[in-house]
């Protein structure tokens, strides 16, 4: 139905910059919502940011003012760059898309993969 495919990630220093991308594909009508979450070692997945087809973002607070969200309404993609990054920030990062397929009249949930980012020296 979906296909959602994150890339990107990788190892980089604490205080460094990383880009992830995903792309969405499929039978998709609408996106309403694109973004990331992220899930450490250990630890529950939560929400980075995310981005609505109207452009209202949400980010995480510890990511405030260090990643920008962005997306590509047309090619249905949405990027993540973040900057400054922290030993805390490392986690696999998955992209999430809220989307209405063509067949259907609802919303669903559709989860890529995810990409690992790792902060450390």
């Known amino acids: 139905q979906v296909q959602v495919v994150e890339s990107g990630g990788g190892l980089v220093q604490p205080g460094g910059s990383l880009r992830l991308s995903c792309a969405a594909s499929?039978?998709?009508?609408?996106?309403?919502?694109m973004g990331w979450y992220r899930q450490a070692l250990g630890k529950q997945r939560e929400l980075v940011a995310v981005?609505?087809?109207?452009?209202?973002?949400n980010y995480a607070d510890s990511v405030k003012g260090r990643f920008t969200i962005s997306r590509d309404n047309v090619m249905n993609t949405v990027y993540l760059q973040m900057n400054s990054l922290k030993p805390e920030d490392a986690a696999v990062y998955h992209c999430?898309?809220?989307?209405?397929?063509?067949?259907?009249?609802?919303?669903?949930?559709?989860w890529g993969q995810g990409t690992q980012v790792t902060v450390s020296t």
């Open positions: 981005k609505n087809i109207t452009g209202i973002t």
């Open positions: 499929g039978m998709i009508f609408s996106m309403y919502v």
């Open positions: 999430y898309a809220y989307v209405r397929l063509i067949s259907g009249s609802i919303y669903n949930d559709f």
